[in-house]
């Protein structure tokens, strides 16, 4: 039988607020253990939780940035279960009165345009960490994790393969990254997600019983952990059996998920209305305000790169799909004034360099003023595009000026004519069989000529001042 | 209306491990206090608006600056072990 693939994705991305969501305690990634906590985070009876303004106003922008309608009247309740990395056993977070509703974010695969809904998105507290104790076997706890704030994105089951959900992650975290709200670093675990699989026959309309794997943080562990759950309850469909509803956990190492104990996963949270905390009440003018203050976002600047920078919709898609590389485009297109050279060396040099050395493009080993150097020095006629793909590479390497690199290595164009027409006229003496093929109509004959000469200036002869020297040589 | 079974399921979610006499002992505590609760059933509240809060009050917010955290030490003396740096427990699933 024919399956189709149904996902619904959660997404928590960590809000980069300087403290936490109910105290005043730092939300540093990366401090000593158990050194960013108070008695509010390590869930002391008695203390008091305090919402902090800017969680608020970071999930209401991402509310307003994915199309959400905003609640004007909202709470937080509590999540109860018993875990050690919740010391307070609940976590506190919203139940039936989300800040942001009925949303949805537009993705593209394989040029593809689809619109995934966005069911809600509320604020709640990050748990601490558990980490395996080699000395004594136990665990330990580190609280350092707990109560920073958390936006959690819950899409509709709208997705049907891995390239979907992966495109559409890919897009969350571009929008939240163009707004400010979340640095969205997955190797850190500031954005996870929760994959929701079913499969079901194709053209049934009634879902099949669906598994949640958790805590994906990475693009290529959420790709790889759905095509394994397809593959596995395509298995258990066909062989007759029955897939049963469970949380699993994904090992990215071995590339196999498997389900948590029953004991672990006993959903029911009894929910109910946070009595420490109340309710919170946004205005018109609040939202209104936040609304035109929202930054350009990808789409807008997709949009802009295409209609007045005449890039192409693909390479437009591209440049804008990371704040970091969009920003960098911004940056050296205002240096040189060639927005289509520097799309051209982002699409073709600059994203294999970045995936190369495995950074963000806010980490590349040059700057976007050097780029533009690089653009100008092109522009301008002192090298060759050959060449500066030498000096681009010398550029990933050591970080030097361009304009330096050209000078050290004495790379500097020839564009003196006379220089160019000896070298010419000598290769076209040495080639009479090219020239006689070129003359009986053989296009290919010229390449080679033209290929001899800038073999003989090492690369550095002006291309266009050599084709026409060439092309007169022969008439 | 408070049954042994909900008493049951209810320390399993805590876990917590209850004897056949407990079990019995909060079931009877547990059904005085649902009982007493619902006491508040006898209020007419037509033409109340739901809420979930008894003050009207609403937006307590504070602002985004860092406050000193506390002694870690002090922290961690409230617990019933720990290495020095972080609490000790016995194994779980991490």
């Not at chain 1, 640095?183 to 954005?191: N, R, V």
Request: with cysteine; aromatic share 6%.
């Amino acid at each position: 039988m024919e399956y189709e693939v149904v996902i619904g994705l959660e997404v928590h991305a960590e809000l980069s607020t300087k403290t936490k969501i109910y105290c005043g305690c730092s939300t540093e990634f990366g401090g000593a253990p158990n050194t960013h906590c108070c008695p509010v985070c390590t869930g002391m009876p008695g203390a008091l939780p305090v919402l902090n303004e800017k969680v608020v106003e970071y999930a209401v922008k991402a509310g307003l940035a994915t199309g959400c309608t905003i609640a004007r009247e909202s709470k937080q309740d509590r999540k109860n279960y018993f875990y050690p990395d919740t010391p307070r056993a609940y976590q506190i977070s919203q139940f039936d009165l989300p800040l942001c509703e009925h949303g949805k974010i537009d993705i593209n695969t394989d040029g593809l345009e689809k619109t995934i809904g966005i069911t809600r998105i509320h604020i709640e507290d990050d748990a601490g960490k558990l980490a395996h104790d080699n000395y004594t076997g136990g665990t330990l706890v580190d609280l350092n994790r707990a109560g920073v704030p958390l936006i959690e994105i819950v899409s509709e089951p709208d997705m049907r393969s891995a390239a979907e959900a992966v495109a559409y992650v890919e897009k969350l975290k571009g929008i939240l990254e163009y707004i400010g709200v979340s640095d969205c670093k997955m190797q850190e675990g500031s954005l996870r997600a929760d994959v929701n699989l079913s499969l079901r026959p194709v053209g049934s309309e009634k879902f099949g019983t669906r598994t949640e794997t958790k805590n994906l943080n990475s693009f290529r562990a959420i790709a790889r952990s759905i095509e394994f759950e397809i593959a596995r309850q395509k298995e258990v469909l066909e062989s007759g059996g029955t897939v049963y509803q469970e949380t699993r956990r994904w090992d990215d190492e071995k590339g196999e998920g498997y389900a948590m104990r029953t004991k672990e996963e006993a959903h029911d949270y009894r929910y109910f209305p946070e009595p420490d905390l109340m309710p919170i009440r946004l205005s018109e003018e609040y939202i209104h305000h936040i609304e035109e203050h929202l930054p350009e976002l990808p789409e807008s600047r997709k949009a802009r790169y295409m209609n007045e920078l005449g890039l192409p919709e693909y390479d437009a898609g591209i440049l804008t799909s990371s704040k970091h590389l969009s920003d960098f485009f911004e940056a050296a297109t205002a240096a040189c004034g060639n927005a289509k050279a520097v799309s051209n060396w982002i699409m073709v040099d600059i994203i294999r360099v970045a995936r190369e050395l495995g950074v963000e493009y806010d980490a590349l080993p040059f700057t976007p003023v050097q780029l533009a150097g690089l653009i100008k020095l092109i522009d301008n006629g002192t090298i060759s595009s050959k060449i500066a793909k030498e000096v681009f590479e010398e550029m990933v390497n050591t970080s030097k000026d361009p304009e330096k690199i050209v000078e050290e290595k004495g790379l500097v164009q020839i564009s003196d004519e006379s220089a160019i027409k000896e070298v010419v006229d000598r290769i076209v003496a040495a080639n009479p069989q090219s020239v006689a093929d070129y003359k009986a109509g053989k296009d290919r004959a010229l390449g080679f000529l033209v290929g001899q000469c800038m073999k003989e200036m090492k690369g550095k002869g002006n291309p266009q001042i050599l084709n026409k020297l060439i092309l007169e040589h022969l008439q | 209306m408070i049954s042994k079974e909900e008493i049951k399921h209810i320390a399993d979610l805590s876990m917590l491990n209850l004897s056949e006499a407990e079990i019995e002992k909060y079931t009877e505590n547990m059904k005085d206090i649902v009982e007493f609760a619902n006491s508040i059933n006898s209020l007419d509240t037509d033409g109340v608006t739901e809420s979930a809060f008894a003050l009207d009050s609403y937006n307590v917010f504070r602002k985004d600056e860092i406050k000193e955290s506390f002694d870690r030490d002090l922290l961690l003396s409230n617990a019933p072990s720990s290495n020095g740096e972080a609490y000790s427990l016995p194994s779980m699933t991490v």
